[in-house]
């Protein structure tokens, strides 16, 4: 069982930067595969970013690369996404996941509750 925490979500001016974070309690951490997923109201859910169990592997969206930067801390059991550029169509429920092997499905074996990432233009 892997239990996750997200935090870091708010309100932002478009233009402006947001550190998400995610907080795991699991003794394995560093053998699942973390992702970043995000829902708007009415639309489906999103890949955003996904990070390999190492950190060295990394793969995004086309629509934040260049913008976000995700990464993990296994020492601390934490996966970190840092949004800068950030555009009102950012706007959204971000989620962390938790699998084994990384994909850019919503098919994760567990999800936190999600944090609040709103953009004002």
């Known amino acids: 069982q892997v239990h996750l925490v997200e935090s870091g979500g708010g309100l932002v001016q478009a233009g402006g930067s947001l550190r998400l974070s995610c907080a795991a309690s699991?003794?394995?951490?560093?053998?699942?595969?973390l992702a970043w997923f995000r829902q708007a109201p009415g639309k489906e859910r999103e890949f955003v970013a996904a990070?390999?169990?190492?950190?060295?592997?990394?793969n995004y969206a086309d629509s934040v690369k260049e913008r976000f930067i995700i990464s993990r801390d296994n020492a601390k059991n934490m996966v970190y996404l840092q949004m800068d550029s950030l555009k009102p169509e950012d706007t959204a429920m971000y989620y962390c996941g938790a699998r084994l092997y990384i994909s850019d499905y919503p098919e994760y074996d567990y999800w936190g509750q999600g944090t609040q990432v709103t953009v004002s233009s």
């Open positions: 699991t003794h394995t951490f560093s053998d699942y595969g």
């Open positions: 990070i390999g169990r190492r950190g060295v592997f990394t």
